[in-house]
Structures are given as structure tokens and as C-alpha cells.
């Protein structure tokens, strides 16, 4: 199926419903994160006692849907129904090629985030990248508190390709 581009474009700016997180940002992932990267810092490490906030890479950990059984949203998300056309056009191949983060301010060891997606923009045509040609998506992200405080803004550029190529010439 061909890529109707203006479809696409017609989803951006357009935001997701809020996503809540599966679970509450917790002590547990917070001592295997720390174990795994060999992080010593003491305001996380000292887990029974008065740790207080969560490691800010670990936002990601408490929102992300499982990956062994997908939630489908590409009906009803415009960032998802974005991904499920190109998709659909050939551009099979996600993969994340930037993230840029601002943290507002620290999350809450037990505080329950959720978040909004907005299809900030798409390219308009194919792009070159290092693995193929494809076309470019910008996903903007929203993590609030429980209480609806803004905690986190993030900005992920995604390119959907065809398929990966190689460059075996080095």
C-alpha cells in the first residue's frame, strides 16, 4: 500500500488521551537499576530506610506498555495511528534515533505517573539514515504526577524504514 502522506499529516499536533503507568515508581526496580549500572549514590541505595525520590532514567520504566503482549492504541492514538500507517506502507522498521529530556522536577518514590503523546511532526518526504530510508516522526511527551504536576518533557525523533541497510564498505 502507498504512503498517503496528508493522512499522516493530518494527525500532527494532535495529542493522545493521558496513558497511565502500569505500576508506581518503586523501591525494587529502583535497587535493580542501581545493581545492574553500579550506581552509588547513597539517596538511592539506602532502599528501607528514607529514600524519597526515583532515579530520573527510570521514568521510562513505570510508563512503558509490556512488550510481550502490545496494547493497541493505533486506533484511537494519533502518534500510534501515525505508526501503524506508515506501517502499513512498507516503513515496517521503528527505531528511535534521539531523545531529548527535560526533568521538572523529581519523581516520587510510589507516585503513579501518566503521560500524553503529540505527533509534533512527521517529515515529508523519505530521509536517509545510516539504516535505510524512511520517513522521520516527532514525538512529544508529557509525564505528569499523580496530581496532574508536570514531571517530565521529552522529545523522541523516530524514523520508520523499509527495511535496514547495511554499509559494510568500512
Known amino acids: 500500500m502507498a504512503l498517503d502522506i496528508t493522512a499522516v499529516n493530518a494527525l500532527v499536533g494532535r495529542q493522545s488521551a493521558p496513558i497511565p503507568a ?23 541505595t539506602v532502599f528501607e530506610r528514607d529514600i524519597v525520590h526515583a532515579p530520573a532514567a527510570l521514568l521510562m520504566v513505570w510508563t512503558m506498555p509490556p512488550l510481550w503482549a502490545p496494547e493497541s492504541r493505533a486506533d484511537s492514538e494519533p502518534h500510534e ?19 531529548e529530556q527535560k526533568f521538572q522536577r523529581p519523581l516520587k518514590v510510589g507516585e503513579r505517573l501518566s503521560y500524553r503523546v503529540t505527533l509534533a511532526g512527521v517529515s515529508q518526504a523519505e ?7 524512511g520517513y522521520q516522526l516527532e514525538l512529544q511527551y508529557a509525564f505528569q504526577g499523580q496530581n496532574g504536576e508536570l514531571v517530565s518533557e521529552q522529545l523522541c525523533r523516530r524514523v520508520q524504514v523499509a527495511r535496514v541497510t547495511v554499509n559494510t564498505k568500512n
Open 81 to 99: 495511528r501515525a505508526i501503524r500507517l506508515l506501517e502499513e506502507a512498507g516503513y515496517a522498521m521503528g527505531v528511535s534515533v534521539a531523545l
Open 22 to 44: 502500569r505500576q508506581a515508581a518503586n523501591i525494587p526496580d529502583i535497587r535493580h537499576w542501581c545493581e545492574v549500572i553500579r550506581e552509588d549514590n547513597r539517596s538511592y
Open 127 to 133: 530521509v536517509e539514515t545510516a539504516i535505510g530510508r
